[in-house]
């Protein structure tokens, strides 16, 4: 794990499809990290619906991310709140910068920088459902990206193509030759003419063009680690998904997935959102509450999580 | 980032090349189940085609690696390239898989799953196949010999009933390192078959 002299770490949450349980987690684990005595921020930058506020049962929130962008406030940090909990403070409106077509990547670069310059010891970033390049950029960028799925089949679908547009554009940064982005542009079209249905086929079709490329790409496959949550699992068999899912993506991407871990289904989750009342603080004792605290546990102690993801 | 073909049978079927038998199994049940028709894990990612040559590779790498004389003939043929997997491994892969598991606490899980469910005489070639005495069973379980060759042979006459089976077979899978409910949703299926209670 890369920490600065702040020892600050940044997690993504995303992946997966609306209604995986990307914002309960989110929310839920920061509360975790900042019961265990940790400064926490929680950032809000999903496109489809940034409601994390009400996870955490607060108003519509009136300042955020835009203020500092159209400079009423002088600094990122005077665009935060107060969640209530100790520790825990909360931006909105980062979507805002992932969906601004006209953003400038040299603004979203300086954002980034802002964010990250953040006195905190975690920064918690929902990115929602999407796989807008912005969204995808965040991701990479992070210190840790997770991914949450439910055991579905909808929902794995939809993190296998996330997990495809994310590594893809990973290796579109890591390569020079233009021939081989290129070739990875045209990889991302699964009906694409030169007929490459998978990383190895692509890997195939660089290393004709650019061995150094080829080499490039197989130094990323190597060190890009992304982490699993398994949401709302109902049996031993739906746990047991997460090794599977650990397993395909090592056959099929040639990489090592992270299993981070499970959290069961639990009708306390839905109880606790219908009142607005974070679980881990309305109740801790429930099934999913103790899943979602082994997890935040884990990340707190994790030393081993991959620069690169 | 290995294709198949390129893959050794221990990457195959994500062990490491010290891996016991046990381990083997554990691992090729769960390569099973993942890369079945219907597996969820693996929905929208492979072709029919690349599932053949996934499950084929699957096979072939158990064949080989149960066998005592095939796996110490392919370790001898393949050993440059185990010995260089195994280093790349420990590169790439500084967390093991199963220190992963239990830092997770998934210890209390066994890996196989799904259709997959052990009855008695599954059970003796199984235990058969991973060399285990059944002596040691006995030893371990504290289960008398007489019972577990009652279980073994399906007796379903001279075994006790299923209330009381259930911790026999339990105390059977877990010395196998089998998921005990498969086991007993094994029994269960033969009691029912037979009418028995």
Redesign the interface.
């Given at each position: 794990m890369t920490r600065d002299q702040h020892q600050r770490v940044i997690w993504t949450i995303g992946g997966g499809k609306g209604g995986s349980g990307k914002s309960f987690i989110t929310t839920n684990i920061g509360i975790c990290l900042s019961k265990l005595g940790s400064r926490v921020i929680l950032i809000d930058a999903d496109l489809g619906g940034a409601n994390l506020h009400t996870f955490l049962g607060l108003l519509p929130p009136v300042t955020s991310l835009s203020d500092f962008i159209k400079k009423r406030v002088p600094h990122l940090k005077d665009a935060l709140i107060h969640t209530g909990v100790p520790n825990l403070q909360l931006l909105t409106g980062a979507q805002d910068l992932l969906n601004a077509a006209d953003a400038k990547s040299a603004l979203k670069r300086k954002l980034l920088r802002s964010i990250k310059s953040l006195e905190s010891d975690y920064i918690l970033v929902d990115l929602g459902g999407g796989n807008a390049l912005s969204v995808l950029d965040f991701f990479l960028m992070s210190d840790g990206g997770i991914l949450v799925v439910t055991?579905?089949?909808t929902s794995?679908?939809n993190t296998?193509?996330f997990l495809k547009s994310a590594f893809y554009r990973r290796l579109r940064q890591a390569v020079s030759s233009y021939s081989a982005k290129s070739l990875i542009d045209e990889a991302m079209d699964q009906k694409n003419e030169a007929g490459i249905?998978?990383?190895?086929e692509l890997?195939r079709e660089v290393r004709r063009i650019n061995e150094e490329d080829a080499l490039k790409?197989?130094e990323e496959?190597?060190?890009f680690h992304p982490n699993l949550i398994l949401n709302q699992v109902r049996s031993?068999?739906d746990?047991?998904?997460g090794?599977?899912?650990?397993?395909?993506c090592?056959?099929?991407f040639?990489?090592?997935l992270?299993?981070?871990?499970y959290i069961v289904y639990d009708q306390d989750v839905g109880n606790s959102i219908r009142k607005r009342r974070p679980l881990v603080l309305e109740n801790y004792r429930s099934k999913a509450a103790q899943c979602v605290t082994?997890i935040a546990s884990?990340l707190a102690n994790s030393h081993?999580m991959n620069p690169g993801i | 980032?290995?294709?198949?073909e390129e893959q050794t049978y221990y990457e195959i079927l994500?062990v490491s090349p010290d891996a016991g038998l046990k381990e083997i199994q554990r691992a090729y049940d769960?390569?099973r189940?993942?890369?079945h028709a219907d597996?969820?894990?693996?929905?929208?990612?492979?072709?029919e085609e690349?599932m053949r040559k996934?499950q084929a590779a699957i096979e072939e790498a158990y064949r080989v690696l149960m066998d005592e004389a095939l796996r110490r003939s392919y370790d001898q043929s393949h050993s440059h390239l185990i010995e260089r997997s195994s280093r790349e491994k420990q590169?790439?892969?500084?967390?093991k898989?199963s220190e992963?598991r239990s830092?997770?606490?998934?210890t209390d899980?066994s890996?196989e799953?799904?259709e997959i469910t052990y009855r008695g005489r599954s059970l003796k070639q199984l235990r058969e196949k991973l060399g285990i005495d059944l002596k040691a069973v006995s030893a371990e379980t504290k289960i008398n010999m007489k019972t577990l060759e009652l279980i073994e042979e399906e007796d379903l006459d001279h075994l006790p009933a299923m209330v009381y089976l259930k911790g026999f077979l339990k105390a059977y899978a877990r010395a196998l390192n089998l998921?005990p409910?498969k086991l007993i949703e094994g029994y269960f299926q033969l009691f029912q078959e037979k009418g028995k209670k």
């Open positions: 055991p579905e089949p794995i679908e296998y193509r249905r998978s990383p190895y890997l790409i197989v496959a190597a060190t031993k068999k746990i047991e998904i090794f599977s899912i650990r397993s395909a090592q056959k099929y040639g990489i090592q992270h299993y981070l871990g082994e884990r081993r | 980032m290995k294709r198949m994500e769960h390569a189940e993942t890369f597996s969820l894990a693996i929905y929208s990612l492979f072709s690349e996934i590169v790439e892969k500084p967390v898989s992963i830092d997770l606490s998934f899980l890996l799953t799904g998921d409910q």
